[in-house]
Nanobody, 127 residues
Framework: QVQLVESGGGVVQAGGSLRLSCSAS???????????MGWFRQAPGKAREFVAG????????EYDDSVKGRFTISRDSAKNTVFLQMNELKPEDTAVYYC?????????????????WGQGTQVTVSS
C-alpha cells in the first residue's frame, strides 16, 4: 500500500501562487513507474473533483478545464514526490486538496480507481 503525505497548503490572496507537494512511500521495490498520481480537491458542501494527474513513467498529464493554463503537475522521481504548482489562484480554488495514487489507470479523473489517498491539505484563496 502506497502512503502519501501532502504539504504546502495555506492562505493566499487571489492572483497568488502556491505549490503543493505529495511525498510517496511504500511501493513495492520503491517502483512507481506503473502508477498514475492525481490531485483532487473538495470544497465545503461539494463533491470531490479531479484537478490534475500525471503518469509516473513517462509524465503524460491531464487537467480539469477549470485549472488548465494555471496549474501544473510534475514529479521528481529521485524524491518520489509529485508537485502541483498553482498560479493565478481564484477564490473558487479554495478547497482541501488531496493527492492520490493508482496503478495502471486509463482515466485519470476516476477517483474510484485510485487505491491510495493522502490526508489532504487546505488551500484558501481570499478575494
Amino acid at each position: 500500500q502506497v502512503q502519501l503525505v501532502e504539504s504546502g497548503g495555506g492562505v493566499v490572496q487571489a492572483g497568488g501562487s502556491l505549490r503543493l507537494s505529495c511525498s510517496a512511500s511504500g511501493a513495492f521495490g520503491d517502483d512507481y513507474s506503473g502508477y498514475v498520481m492525481g490531485w483532487f480537491r473538495q470544497a465545503p458542501g461539494k463533491a470531490r473533483e479531479f484537478v490534475a494527474g500525471i503518469r509516473w513513467s513517462y509524465g503524460r498529464t491531464e487537467y480539469d478545464d477549470s485549472v488548465k493554463g494555471r496549474f501544473t503537475i510534475s514529479r521528481d522521481s529521485a524524491k518520489n514526490t509529485v508537485f502541483l504548482q498553482m498560479n493565478e489562484l481564484k477564490p473558487e480554488d479554495t478547497a482541501v486538496y488531496y493527492c492520490a495514487a493508482g496503478p495502471y489507470l486509463r482515466d485519470y479523473s476516476q477517483e474510484n480507481d485510485y487505491s491510495s489517498w493522502g490526508q489532504g491539505t487546505q488551500v484558501t484563496v481570499s478575494s
